[in-house]
């Protein structure tokens, strides 16, 4: 008979929560310290102390690592975004605690990576979407939706515009996290007045 022991699940399962969330927070590290670019995934294998094969059971490549941990910042950063609809005053107000709380959520989170990187380096970006951002898609789409019903925003697509508010907060947000000093202040208000006004409410210069 054999011999072979066998994890219940539940512990199995609890391993592997643990193995993933090793592998994140390494690679939040090892990219903090040597810039994605530069990055290879023997360096977070390294840092884990995995074996090689433990890493290659979860992901293929660290753009395969980059993008769980974007997804993981997607998912934690849509309760603070539910939140905010629902304490918000209106349409307008949603839009600008949203967009301030985006890049502190940003400046915070990428405090060891992003914030260290050197001016002008280029951000890496997630080719396609994952659950945890559609996840946030939908609820900005629904927002302005609700907005529309109420009256209290443009009669528009409203997929287009959430499709164009996350744009500009993704770029603006990039751009915000490659200079130094990273200044959330005025990257969000920047982004709120591009999305509620567009280019004619941004201030004019003078003669």
């Known amino acids: 008979m054999s011999q072979v022991a066998y994890l ?9 929560v643990q193995n993933r969330q090793s592998i994140l927070d390494a690679a ?9 670019d530069t990055a290879t995934v023997r360096d977070i294998i390294r840092r884990t102390g995995l074996a090689a ?3 290659y059971n979860y992901y293929r490549s660290k753009e395969e690592v980059f993008a769980a941990l974007a997804d993981d ?10 939140k905010l609809r629902a304490e918000s005053a209106g349409f ?18 990428h405090q060891n990576w992003l914030a260290q990187r050197p ?3 280029a951000h890496p970006h997630i080719h396609g979407e994952t659950p945890e951002m559609a996840a946030v898609f939908a609820e900005v789409r629904d927002a302005m939706q609700a907005a ?8 528009a697509d409203p997929d287009y515009m959430a499709a164009a508010c996350i744009a500009v907060a993704r770029e603006v947000g990039d751009k915000m996290l490659a200079r130094r000093p990273i200044d959330v202040a005025g990257a ?3 982004a709120t007045d591009m999305i509620l006004h567009g280019l004619k409410g941004l201030p004019r210069t003078r003669a």
């Open 92 to 109: 307008e107000d949603f839009v600008r605690s949203a967009i301030r709380a985006y890049f502190g959520f940003l400046a915070d989170e």
């Open 28 to 36: 939040r590290e090892v990219f903090g310290e040597l810039g994605y």
């Open 8 to 16: 219940p699940l539940g512990k199995r399962e609890q391993t592997k």
């Open 53 to 55: 094969g433990t890493f």
């Open 148 to 155: 529309i019903v109420r009256h209290e925003g443009p009669a």
């Open 188 to 190: 969000a208000d920047f």
């Open 119 to 121: 001016p002008g380096e």
């Open 73 to 82: 910042g997607a998912r934690r950063f849509s309760p603070v975004l539910k």
